[in-house]
């Protein structure tokens, strides 16, 4: 029970800001800007109609207060939770909360990163822990790799299963005009690649590119006056059951089974009324644990499930549609990408990649080393009084 | 109330320095607590005691990490006999040979320049 209202509040403007491969000189804050200047422009709003802030980035500490410097917001409600990748769908939860309770009235949710401009290093500090970096973890990578290790172990999932995941977001990717990845992958391509952190090659890990965008929020009955339809929060539900990897309670099972039965319980659905499938695909693993964990197949199936390109674009499932964190685009956090993409699924904007008569999409963010889990499951008119 | 006058890691760490690997027990939860904590998570409640581990265990989970420099290496996670998980590595055998299930045993990595003792572990085939 989260006190949130099914269908309160809705997504009423996305943008990417640039992504990729970003100016020089570019910094987060310019990224965020940008997304939220297209944003708005989606959705034909004006910075002036801006009262709510909602952002986060690991290379600004204060980023709300660096945000509303940067766009003269002074009176603006604040919101910088920062839960790693996944904080954007938390923020969609926090940006309800606030227009439901009458705090703002549009509210933005921004990101940036120059990750791959300035390198991950100095993108991304890593804190210091006394029980973890001594053995020298290859973070977040070895995290992964070791829950990919155990499920290898528990349900026989093999190397090539993992390697479906990463070839099936290619495919997508390569339906999407602004993705990173331009050229095919095969399973044989990502068993060859650099070894990383056993199991994982380089192409079983995300991109590291720079990026950003915005996304913009209103509540229910302010959506409905504007240019485009409104996309609907049906669902939200979060957990956060760890921080490092070494307690994580068990490397098999996410937080996920909690965040998705609770945004299932909101929306009134069950895994079977999704249309679209955005899941943070930060290592092939993610796919597969999530895909178990939101109830797409049953624990332990998830490897022999995505076989098959089940979840390509020839697929009977459409998973990732904009070609995920593993061939889109990566800038050290990725939820919010995911919020963009399902919401241009459910307005028919997405072309080549489009997913026919898309009325619902669950996004499921992920942030740290499978610790903090937030799933939010959006809809269209149709899904909203179906 | 007075400043407590040691921090659970200085504790950790003096037990390392002393060859011995130490986790807390809650007797209220009646559960081991690893990392060492001032409160335990179960229960809230501050009384945690300290205890030695024999130092045997099986392995949960592996991984070896190719740096982009120097000779691959394992980081594992160890389910500690006493009941509870760490993260360490297996040493004295070939990294991509750790193999989930393995029995190990600990031993101390000594302290070497600023960097404190922390605990290894090596296979023990046969260990109970």
Same mark, same amino acid.
């Given at each position: 029970?989260?006190?949130?209202?099914?269908?309160?509040?809705?997504?009423?403007?996305?943008?990417?800001?640039?992504?990729?491969?970003?100016?020089?000189?570019?910094?987060?804050?310019?990224?965020?800007?940008?997304?939220?200047?297209?944003?708005?422009?989606?959705?034909?709003?004006?910075?002036?109609?801006?009262?709510?802030?909602?952002?986060?980035?690991?290379?600004?500490?204060?980023?709300?207060?660096?945000?509303?410097?940067?766009?003269?917001?002074?009176?603006?409600?604040?919101?910088?939770?920062?839960?790693?990748?996944?904080?954007?769908?938390?923020?969609?939860?926090?940006?309800?909360?606030?227009?439901?309770?009458?705090?703002?009235?549009?509210?933005?949710?921004?990101?940036?990163?120059?990750?791959?401009?300035?390198?991950?290093?100095?993108?991304?500090?890593?804190?210091?822990?006394?029980?973890?970096?001594?053995?020298?973890?290859?973070?977040?990578?070895?995290?992964?790799?070791?829950?990919?290790?155990?499920?290898?172990?528990?349900?026989?999932?093999?190397?090539?299963?993992?390697?479906?995941?990463?070839?099936?977001?290619?495919?997508?990717?390569?339906?999407?005009?602004?993705?990173?990845?331009?050229?095919?992958?095969?399973?044989?391509?990502?068993?060859?690649?650099?070894?990383?952190?056993?199991?994982?090659?380089?192409?079983?890990?995300?991109?590291?590119?720079?990026?950003?965008?915005?996304?913009?929020?209103?509540?229910?009955?302010?959506?409905?006056?504007?240019?485009?339809?409104?996309?609907?929060?049906?669902?939200?539900?979060?957990?956060?059951?760890?921080?490092?990897?070494?307690?994580?309670?068990?490397?098999?099972?996410?937080?996920?089974?909690?965040?998705?039965?609770?945004?299932?319980?909101?929306?009134?659905?069950?895994?079977?009324?999704?249309?679209?499938?955005?899941?943070?695909?930060?290592?092939?693993?993610?796919?597969?644990?999530?895909?178990?964990?939101?109830?797409?197949?049953?624990?332990?199936?998830?490897?022999?499930?995505?076989?098959?390109?089940?979840?390509?674009?020839?697929?009977?499932?459409?998973?990732?549609?904009?070609?995920?964190?593993?061939?889109?685009?990566?800038?050290?956090?990725?939820?919010?990408?995911?919020?963009?993409?399902?919401?241009?699924?459910?307005?028919?904007?997405?072309?080549?990649?489009?997913?026919?008569?898309?009325?619902?999409?669950?996004?499921?963010?992920?942030?740290?080393?499978?610790?903090?889990?937030?799933?939010?499951?959006?809809?269209?008119?149709?899904?909203?009084?179906? | 109330?007075?400043?407590?006058?040691?921090?659970?890691?200085?504790?950790?760490?003096?037990?390392?320095?002393?060859?011995?690997?130490?986790?807390?027990?809650?007797?209220?939860?009646?559960?081991?607590?690893?990392?060492?904590?001032?409160?335990?998570?179960?229960?809230?409640?501050?009384?945690?005691?300290?205890?030695?581990?024999?130092?045997?265990?099986?392995?949960?989970?592996?991984?070896?990490?190719?740096?982009?420099?120097?000779?691959?290496?394992?980081?594992?996670? =160890?389910?500690?006999?006493?009941? +509870? %998980?760490?993260?360490?590595?297996?040493? #004295?055998?070939? @990294?991509?040979? &750790?193999? =989930?299930?393995?029995?190990?045993? +600990? %031993?101390?990595?000594?302290?070497?320049? #600023?960097?404190? @003792?922390?605990? &290894?572990?090596?296979?023990?085939?046969?260990?109970?």
């Amino acid at each position: 029970m989260n006190g949130l209202k099914r269908g309160s509040a809705a997504i009423v403007g996305v943008a990417e800001s640039d992504i990729g491969s970003v100016a020089a000189g570019m910094s987060p804050l310019d990224l965020m800007a940008q997304g939220i200047h297209r944003a708005l422009r989606d959705c034909g709003l004006r910075k002036r109609d801006v009262d709510g802030v909602f952002c986060a980035t690991t290379q600004a500490r204060t980023s709300a207060m660096s945000l509303c410097e940067y766009l003269n917001l002074p009176s603006a409600y604040t919101d910088s939770t920062i839960v790693g990748g996944s904080s954007f769908e938390v923020h969609v939860a926090h940006a309800q909360a606030a227009l439901a309770a009458g705090l703002c009235n549009v509210a933005v949710i921004a990101y940036g990163s120059t990750q791959r401009t300035i390198g991950r290093r100095q993108a991304s500090a890593r804190e210091y822990n006394p029980y973890e970096t001594p053995f020298r973890p290859f973070l977040p990578a070895s995290a992964y790799a070791l829950a990919a290790s155990r499920h290898m172990q528990e349900f026989g999932t093999t190397r090539e299963q993992l390697a479906e995941v990463a070839v099936a977001a290619r495919e997508w990717a390569l339906l999407n005009p602004v993705a990173w990845e331009k050229t095919p992958l095969t399973i044989e391509d990502v068993l060859s690649a650099r070894p990383v952190s056993h199991p994982f090659t380089v192409r079983d890990c995300c991109l590291i590119t720079d990026g950003g965008g915005a996304i913009v929020m209103m509540s229910v009955d302010d959506a409905r006056s504007l240019g485009k339809p409104p996309v609907y929060v049906l669902g939200y539900g979060q957990a956060i059951t760890h921080a490092s990897i070494s307690s994580m309670p068990d490397l098999t099972f996410t937080g996920a089974r909690e965040s998705g039965a609770a945004a299932y319980k909101m929306a009134r659905m069950r895994e079977t009324d999704i249309d679209v499938v955005e899941l943070y695909d930060a290592f092939t693993i993610n796919t597969i644990l999530f895909l178990e964990d939101l109830g797409f197949c049953p624990k332990g199936e998830g490897g022999r499930f995505v076989s098959g390109g089940r979840i390509g674009p020839k697929g009977s499932l459409p998973v990732n549609t904009n070609g995920g964190g593993l061939s889109y685009c990566h800038p050290g956090m990725y939820g919010l990408f995911l919020l963009i993409e399902a919401v241009r699924q459910l307005r028919g904007e997405c072309g080549g990649r489009q997913v026919k008569q898309a009325e619902t999409a669950l996004v499921h963010g992920n942030g740290g080393v499978l610790s903090a889990q937030a799933t939010v499951i959006l809809g269209t008119q149709a899904a909203l009084t179906a | 109330m007075a400043n407590a006058t040691t921090s659970p890691l200085a504790t950790y760490i003096e037990h390392l320095e002393r060859g011995e690997l130490a986790f807390q027990f809650s007797p209220e939860a009646n559960a081991a607590i690893f990392y060492p904590r001032v409160i335990c998570p179960f229960t809230g409640s501050d009384k945690l005691e300290w205890r030695i581990s024999k130092g045997t265990g099986t392995v949960y989970a592996t991984t070896v990490v190719y740096p982009q420099k120097g000779e691959p290496y394992n980081v594992a996670l =160890i389910n500690v006999d006493e009941g +509870f %998980r760490m993260m360490s590595r297996v040493e #004295d055998i070939a @990294p991509l040979d &750790v193999r =989930i299930g393995m029995r190990v045993k +600990f %031993r101390v990595h000594p302290a070497a320049d #600023d960097e404190p @003792p922390y605990p &290894v572990f090596t296979p023990a085939e046969g260990a109970p």
